[in-house]
């Protein structure tokens, strides 16, 4: 319990300071409504085309989008030695990698939200028929991004080319996440409901999820001491 309200208010600290500065959402919902907009003018909103390819770029979108969230995760402890000061306090080190997942989680969540609106008006499809299964769809999906765009924002934070290497290590890692976010997706967006297939990707983003999150917090030492 006690590491939870640890994770809590390291989560909780940088959402604050987000909100304040605002950088990271700015950035990538920028990025995330640019994309949008000019993809939109490539195809036809009325074609039959476009349903087919939207839940794959909705996701790489986000994806994509995502980089710019957790890049700045550990990137803004650098300063002052904010990060060290953070290792030696009494807080567990599995509670700071926590901690910093949920902040990006809740984030992501921010963008997408705001790049589901644009999208509608764009691509002329109604991706709110039906709300619960996207917002699982997008829960399942956006952490699993978060705890791994966490873990190696943690281990690439001393590298002088983080803003690279970071995208270039995780983007691989995430395939089977964004396979399974698209396929639910797309079945969603042709107003169908899930079947025994999209619930079987469901489970594979559960068991992803569940894989990185033990790892993040077994190896969150080993992690953020290298």
């Not at 030696?88 to 609106?117: C, D, H, Q, T, Y």
Request: aromatic share 12%; glycine share 6%; net charge negative.
């Amino acid at each position: 319990m006690k590491a939870f309200k640890q994770a809590f208010s390291v989560a909780r600290k940088d959402l604050a300071l987000e909100l304040r500065t605002k950088e990271s959402v700015n950035a990538a919902g920028a990025f995330s409504i640019a994309i949008l907009i000019l993809f939109s003018f490539a195809f036809d909103p009325f074609s039959e085309a476009i349903h087919e390819l939207a839940a794959g770029l909705l996701w790489l979108t986000f994806a994509f989008a995502g980089a710019l969230v957790f890049n700045r995760g550990f990137a803004r402890e650098l300063p002052n030695e904010c990060l060290d000061t953070l290792l030696a306090s009494p807080l567990a080190p599995s509670s700071l990698l926590i901690g910093k997942a949920i902040g990006v989680f809740f984030l992501l969540l921010l963008v997408e939200v705001v790049s589901l609106f644009v999208f509608g008006v764009f691509y002329n499809i109604r991706w709110w028929l039906h709300p619960g299964e996207l917002a699982l769809t997008c829960a399942l999906a956006s952490w699993g991004i978060a705890i791994t765009g966490s873990v190696f924002g943690a281990l690439t934070v001393n590298l002088r080319l983080r803003e690279l290497m970071l995208p270039v290590i995780i983007y691989p890692l995430l395939v089977p996440l964004l396979v399974g976010a698209i396929e639910m997706t797309n079945a969603l967006l042709g107003n169908q409901p899930f079947t025994s297939y999209e619930w079987l990707w469901a489970k594979v983003l559960i068991v992803f999820d569940i894989v990185f999150t033990s790892l993040a917090i077994a190896l969150a030492e080993t992690i953020l001491v290298n």
